[in-house]
């Protein structure tokens, strides 16, 4: 059986949890490699602060606290989205309003942002769907204009650039995803990206259960209590000395990731050319982290019957994202607009097997069956 994902594991990930286990002897959150990995992120793409999560979900949350949200403040959020993206602004009191996917590619249409924005719009939140950039600058331009704050969900876009510049550093906050059907792994864990100074003091605090203790930590104020709302969002020591030996490792996953997604590419280009289904898009202002292998196929019937005939030689392929503004928690707070180019994903997009771990012989014969 050939699985949609796999997870891939380094080798060094239980040396590293056994050093935070034995050596520095400290399991809980904030440690080490914890910080390790918050430098990683902050030095190598150049954020101001980065505080790791146990999800990426949990990131979201805490951006949708540091947006300070009132009852009834729009968020305008890609219908064709992972449920999180919304429902850590739900969660504030926001109303959602989605907008529609571009027709080349399932990134939210930046053109039609515009016309969704009230005087009671708060938030845009850019999803950058597989890894690739949606077009920050017209989205950054809206939110000078009319003061916003941008949220990507960069859970997909680790190590993905647009015009050069990272993914997640573009925004305001930021939030990625170390799930295991990501590129980097920690079984749960996300990280917080904060790009402007004004959130940095409040993040930390959301962050420690409402308390300034990282600041006490640092021998900043010399007792530390209670001074705002919060969870427990930092994960343990344990996810994060799993999450460094995957962070040792990045270039080389992202370089076999690469490989086998151009080898699709390539094999796949010449029925794409016959009109069979379309291929990834990625624009010119953007770069490919090969997260995911999707096609779009001309309707529900092809994609179904492709699944099919996948299934029938035991490789599993997948389809994903149902429109959430017609979901079942969603549907009748949903303003009525057609958002047609979300349907159409959810329709008719399929994802093929994409990790690690395949192998290239794998991915020929994949497409084989696919041409058929
Ligand atoms: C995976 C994913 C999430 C959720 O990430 P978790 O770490 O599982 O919370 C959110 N948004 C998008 C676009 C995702 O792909």
Redesign the pocket.
């Known amino acids: 059986m050939i699985h949609f994902n796999q997870p891939h594991l380094t080798g060094k990930e239980t040396e590293y949890i056994a050093e935070a286990v034995l050596k520095n002897g400290k399991l809980s959150g904030n440690g080490e490699f914890t910080k390790r990995c918050q430098r990683f992120f902050e030095e190598r793409f150049g954020f101001k602060k980065c505080l790791l999560t146990t999800?990426?979900?949990?990131?979201?949350e805490m951006a949708a606290l540091l947006c300070d949200l009132k009852p009834g403040d729009e968020v305008i959020v890609p219908s064709y989205?992972?449920?999180?993206?919304a429902l850590a602004f739900v969660r504030e009191g926001a109303r959602i309003v989605f907008a529609d996917s571009m027709s080349r590619n399932p990134n939210i249409d930046a053109d039609q942002i515009e016309a969704l924005i009230t005087p009671r719009t708060k938030v845009i939140v850019p999803?950058?769907?597989a890894g690739v950039a949606c077009d920050m600058d017209k989205i950054m331009a809206l939110a000078e204009k009319y003061n916003l704050i941008v949220v990507e969900?960069a859970?997909?876009a680790i190590d993905s650039y647009y015009k050069g510049r990272p993914l997640g550093t573009i925004g305001h906050l930021s939030?990625?995803?170390?799930?295991e059907?990501?590129n980097i792994i920690a079984g749960?864990?996300?990280l917080l990206g904060i790009n402007d100074e004004r959130f940095i003091r409040r993040s930390e605090i959301l962050w420690e259960k409402g308390t300034n203790r990282a600041e006490f930590f640092r021998g900043e104020v010399n007792k530390y209590g209670w001074c705002d709302i919060g969870s427990s969002f930092l994960p343990s020591e344990l996810t994060a000395a799993f999450l460094w030996a995957q962070l040792e490792s990045m270039d080389e996953i992202q370089d076999r990731r690469k490989m086998l997604w151009n080898e699709y590419a390539h094999l796949l280009k010449p029925l794409a050319d016959a009109g069979r289904f379309t291929l990834p898009d990625i624009p010119e202002y953007a770069t490919n982290n090969a997260h995911m292998f999707y096609l779009v196929l001309p309707s529900l019937e092809k994609r179904t019957e492709l699944i099919r005939r996948l299934r029938e030689e035991d490789i599993l392929a997948v389809f994903h994202y149902l429109s959430l503004h017609s979901s079942p928690y969603y549907a009748d707070k949903h303003d009525g607009r057609r958002l047609p180019q979300s349907d159409r994903y959810s329709d008719c997009l399929v994802r093929l097997p994409m990790y690690y771990d395949l192998e290239l012989e794998t991915v020929r014969q994949i497409v084989e069956i696919i041409a058929r």
Not at 81 to 85: A, C, D, G
Request: aromatic share 14%; hydrophobic share 35%.
């Open positions: 999800s990426c979900t949990d990131a979201l989205t992972f449920v999180s993206s999803v950058h769907y969900d859970a997909q939030a990625f995803s170390f799930h059907t990501k749960e864990g996300g």
